[in-house]
């Protein structure tokens, strides 16, 4: 997107962009180990009735300001609700993604070092440890800087170019790719021995665990793993053809989201009760289990550089849409600046994920709040800021946007009735607000009820 009247080339072109935004460290990377430590199975039932009901509503919504006004996070809501502060949900996003980005880039550089290892053979771990492994890694800081840095050249150089073509073209086999290893990977760790133990903690919910705190996190991940509350989708979706059909890529998008979800679910937790490790290991949980998984594999090294390569891509196309969302505002008035401003930008997101990445080696005992730096930051975004951007988006769309247009936007090339519009619209209405403002409640405490919560 070099300049803001181009469009997707294809209707594929964009649902890959946005399903590419999507489908990154989310679910390959969060979720295992934010279910690990949240209870399992119920957790997961959760996730998927919010992504289902608050999720589909919200990226719909945000489908609509884009693709009604054409406008990226900042200009979207000006050209809505002229003369308002509502833009301010536009900031909140900008400001959450150069936050997200911050540390997701971090994680994205750990999967550079894993790649490379793999292809030079250095990733055997110490007396055959991957826990020992992850730890002398993530100790040195020197490595983690300069795959970190690594990460954000490479996620620099696409966006400045925008070469969003070579992008479309590459996600159409990547993705599947993708999905391909993973569905072996998926069998090879459901045929471990006590790989069941797995499959029903991942499966069979236990709900006496559950808490406010547990909607909390599933509430962030589901925005998190859609790309939600930070305008994002506003912006990828102000390319998309008037005559294209929002419902049907939204459904394909979450139907995507949702099935990597499981299957990174059902790679994970067989393998963590089969070989011995905890599941509440906390962000370095598929950086300990996957390489072991591979181990267990024929060919396992040559597998799991292949895998890498795939997560590497598809943590890439994430980061291209939160950096986009970061230039956007600048490049828009004048788009000879997109180099200088990604540059830039870049660089200042680099900076800011110093202390996360350091938070693993030797920042690991400075506490904030008593936990890490990296870990209030990824608090932070994921149950903060997507929830209160979220809120805001659900607010925005339906009572400043009018009904015909939004009732245009939403059936526009499918055969979905006016009974489904007048049921999204009263789940982002009522629904939605509602029950991000109880779990926000709970979890502050004002509420009695669901158990012990921060
Ligand atoms: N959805 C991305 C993922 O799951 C992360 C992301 C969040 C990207 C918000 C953009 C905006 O990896």
């Known amino acids: 997107m070099t300049n803001q009247s181009e469009q997707w080339t294809s209707k594929i072109g964009f649902i890959l962009a946005a399903a590419g935004s999507a489908i990154g460290l989310g679910a390959v990377w969060k979720l295992p180990y934010v279910a690990g430590t949240n209870g399992g199975a119920a957790f997961f039932l959760i996730f998927i009735l919010l992504t289902l009901t608050l999720g589909v509503s919200l990226l719909l919504a945000e489908f609509i300001l884009g693709r009604s006004t054409g406008k990226d996070a900042i200009q979207a809501y000006k050209t809505a609700a002229p003369g ?49 492994l992850f730890e002398s890694i993530t100790a040195n ?86 790309s939600l509350g930070v305008s994002v989708m506003v912006t990828y979706s102000s390319y998309v053809p008037k005559r294209e059909s929002l419902t049907r890529s939204a459904g394909s998008i979450v139907g995507l989201s949702l099935f990597i979800a499981l299957l990174s679910g059902l790679a994970i937790f067989p393998a ?6 905890e599941p509440s290991e906390g962000p370095p949980l598929i950086f300990i289990v996957l390489p072991a998984v591979f181990n267990e594999l024929a060919f396992g ?29 600048f490049t828009k008035k004048d788009p000879s600046k997109r180099k200088k401003v990604a540059w830039t930008s870049g660089l200042l997101v680099y900076l800011m994920g110093i202390p996360s990445a350091l938070s693993f080696g030797i920042l690991s005992d400075w506490l904030i709040f008593g936990d890490i730096f990296f870990n209030q930051m990824d608090y932070l975004v994921s149950n903060i800021l997507l929830p209160l951007g979220a809120l805001l988006i659900s607010l925005f769309v339906p009572w400043k946007i009018s009904k015909s247009v939004l009732r245009d936007e939403l059936l526009q090339g499918s055969n979905l009735g006016s009974g489904f519009f007048s049921t999204w619209l009263f789940m982002l209405r009522f629904v939605t607000p509602l029950a991000i403002i109880i779990v926000f409640l709970y979890v502050l405490g004002w509420l009695p009820g669901i158990g012990p919560t921060i």
């Not at 963590?272 to 490790?277: H, I, K, S, W």
């Open 84 to 132: 308002t502060p509502w833009y301010f949900v536009g900031l909140l996003g900008i400001a959450a993604s150069f936050l997200l980005l911050s540390f997701y880039s971090v994680v994205g550089g750990w999967i550079v070092i894993y790649f490379v290892r793999s292809i030079t053979g250095q990733l055997s771990p110490p007396d055959g440890n991957f826990e020992l």
């Open 141 to 226: 800081p020197l490595e983690v800087g300069l795959a970190h840095l690594a990460f954000m050249v490479m996620a620099v150089l696409v966006v400045q170019t925008g070469i969003q073509k070579g992008i479309e073209r590459a996600s159409k086999w990547l993705m599947p790719a993708l999905f391909i290893l993973f569905i072996i990977i998926v069998i090879r760790s459901v045929t471990l021995d006590g790989a069941m133990e797995g499959v029903a903690f991942f499966l069979q919910p236990d709900f006496s665990e559950v808490t406010g705190e547990t909607f909390l996190f599933a509430l962030g991940q589901a925005f998190f793993a859609l």
């Open 272 to 277: 963590v009760f089969a070989l011995g490790f």
């Open 301 to 329: 090294t040559f597998f799991f550089a292949l895998f890498a390569a795939l997560l590497l891509f598809a943590t890439l196309t994430s980061a291209f849409s939160l950096l986009e969302i970061l230039i956007a505002p």
